[in-house]
């Protein structure tokens, strides 16, 4: 079973809040990912990371902002909430190799609304 | 490039087989092929990396074709927990293009009934 987790569940908050959306690893895995998935449809890279102080931005524009600091951790930070950002944000890692030659492991997400 | 999936849904009794295809206008270097099931993350099944590769776990088994542009997912004698939204991700050839994670094709909805 895959060690990854992200906090808070599910979030309702009002527009023009700051947040930021927690997500950690206990696999020891050096790329983490972001992805954003709008209900039944597909999921949307936002932001990656090869490791510590590596942050890219993904195929999807994003407003949101991520940090890397530790290996285990890959917060998300929107500044102002609004309700466009209202969604599912999943985070995934996988282990550094060549290649895309091994799986990732998604966290069971978090779905944000914001009013 | 967002590969293609087709078809976009599904719906099956339970024991009739499913095949699921996922394309791509250029050359991957792999495919991965996930499930994800209402209100869960996405699970992994399996990573083809070459080309006429196939590969199966069970009653679930998937191809990548020679040019490796192509991926078929198989799901035999489907069972109910079969049932969710699959998923194909792919790793481009070419260098540098795109973002170094999996590009997402838009899903098949399979629905097993009993």
């Known amino acids: 079973e895959a060690d990854i987790y992200q906090t808070p569940r599910y979030l309702v908050i009002g527009t023009g809040k700051k947040i930021t959306l927690e997500c950690s690893q206990t696999m020891g895995h050096d790329k983490m990912y972001w992805y954003q998935q709008d209900p039944g449809m597909e999921l949307h890279l936002i932001h990656y990371?090869?490791?510590?102080?590596?942050?890219e931005k993904g195929d999807l524009s994003s407003e949101s902002t991520v940090s890397r600091i530790r290996t285990e951790h890959f917060p998300l930070t929107l500044e102002s909430a609004r309700p466009s950002h209202t969604s599912q944000y999943l985070c995934?890692?996988?282990?550094?190799?060549?290649?895309?030659?091994?799986?990732?492991?998604f966290g069971q997400g978090t779905r944000l609304t914001v009013v | 490039q967002q590969p293609v999936q087709s078809p976009q849904a599904v719906i099956l009794r339970e024991g009739e087989d499913a095949v699921i295809n996922c394309s791509s206008s250029?050359?991957?270097?792999?495919v991965h092929w996930y499930r994800q099931k209402h209100g869960e993350a996405p699970v992994f099944l399996m990573i083809?990396?070459?080309?006429?590769e196939q590969k199966g776990h069970e009653k679930i088994s998937a191809s990548f074709n020679e040019k490796k542009q192509q991926s078929s997912l198989y799901l035999t004698a489907s069972q109910l927990s079969y049932s969710g939204t699959y998923f194909c991700?792919?790793?481009?050839?070419?260098?540098?293009?795109?973002?170094?994670?999996?590009?997402f094709g838009k899903g098949t909805h399979l629905i097993i009934q009993p």
């Open positions: 250029k050359a991957l270097y792999s």
């Open positions: 991700g792919t790793r481009s050839l070419v260098p540098g293009g795109g973002a170094d994670g999996l590009t």
């Open positions: 995934a890692s996988s282990a550094k190799r060549e290649g895309w030659g091994t799986e990732a492991f």
């Open positions: 990371s090869y490791g510590v102080n590596s942050t």
């Open positions: 083809l990396l070459k080309g006429g």
